[in-house]
């Protein structure tokens, strides 16, 4: 990373499970960035590919919205049956949040949430789809209620500070969502630990730059 950042550039370098809006759990199962591709090889794609061809490619909202019905179709049938299966819930949450419909995500893992209440891993879910929505208030609300039930979940906890810093421009915020992520997670690994803290260390540096600015309330 770079060595002074904005706040927003930290999270936009850092807060791929939100900006991808796919990705829960990358603390505990994978990584918190993707592998950028190489200028040149990104260079070389675009030269061959015509626009007007990546056009015809591009689905639009109303397409993927269309896929998202096809796909949870099945899954919606299933319920019928047993309307308040959980898993079946959430199964048809993520369809809709993969294909960026995430107004009908949201009310369906809402739905889940209702069924199975205290089931982190779906309000985290759920989050990421309000978040994704604009709703940010409903998004910080399922995440604090899901650390009720589990304080210590790193993944809860990791979205939280992302959201704090990106929807409330809350740096101190996400440190101290941070800081209580890697206290309560000793389990963690080392190359997760170095990434969260890198991600704190450039807040930080930018909450001390903005300080020093002339006119600033804290000089």
Known sequence: MAPHLRPGQVFGMGAVSLVAGLAIGYLLHGSLSSAPVPQSAARSAASATPVSAIARRMPTLADMKQAADKQAAPVIEKLKADPNNSALLTQVGGIYHSNHQFKEAAAWYGKAAQADPKNVAIRTKLASSLYRNGEIDGAISQLNQ???YEPANADALFDLGMI????????????AAWEKLLKMNPQLSADRKAQVQRLMADVLTSLGKQARQPGSANP
């Open 164 to 175: 704090k810093l990106q929807g409330k421009n809350d740096g101190k915020g996400a440190v």
């Open 146 to 148: 899901a650390l009720s």
